[in-house]
Nanobody, 120 residues
Framework: QVQLVQSGGGLVQPGGSLRLSCAAS????????MNWYRQSPGTGRVLVAS???????RYADSVKGRFTISKDASDSMVYLQMNSLRPDDTAVYYC??????????????WGQGTQVTVSS
């Protein structure tokens, strides 16, 4: 049973920082990427940060220079360091993992989400 357990959300003032964590277990396939999405009321899930198998990171324009995605060597943990937080960053944040088997069939796993609220 694959599990992605998220932690680290909460309430923070504008300009503050928060670190999200996602612990993965039970994944038996090769991890292709580890990702963070967010969803606000009235919107779909939007990709905000991604890190590839090789460690290359990409970010949405809205978070460039403020957020940093990282992972451990075993691909069992993925983190999102969020600095200079703005009210518009308020959302439910979801971790996501994409993996492939030996026949290159794609598998996708999701965490259950964690609330981040940026407010005075």
């Amino acid at each position: 049973q694959v599990q992605l357990v998220q932690s680290g959300g909460g309430l923070v003032q504008p300009g503050g920082s928060l670190r999200l964590s996602c612990a993965a277990s039970g994944i038996e396939y090769v991890v292709d990427s580890m990702n963070w999405y967010r969803q606000s009321p009235g919107t779909g899930r939007v990709l905000v940060a991604s890190i590839s198998r090789s460690g290359n990171a990409r970010y949405a324009d809205s978070v460039k220079g403020r957020f940093t995605i990282s992972k451990d060597a075993s691909d069992s943990m993925v983190y999102l360091q969020m600095n200079s937080l703005r009210p518009d960053d308020t959302a439910v944040y979801y971790c996501n993992i994409e993996a492939f088997d030996t026949w290159e069939s794609e598998y996708e796993y999701w965490g259950q989400g964690t609330q981040v609220t940026v407010s005075s």
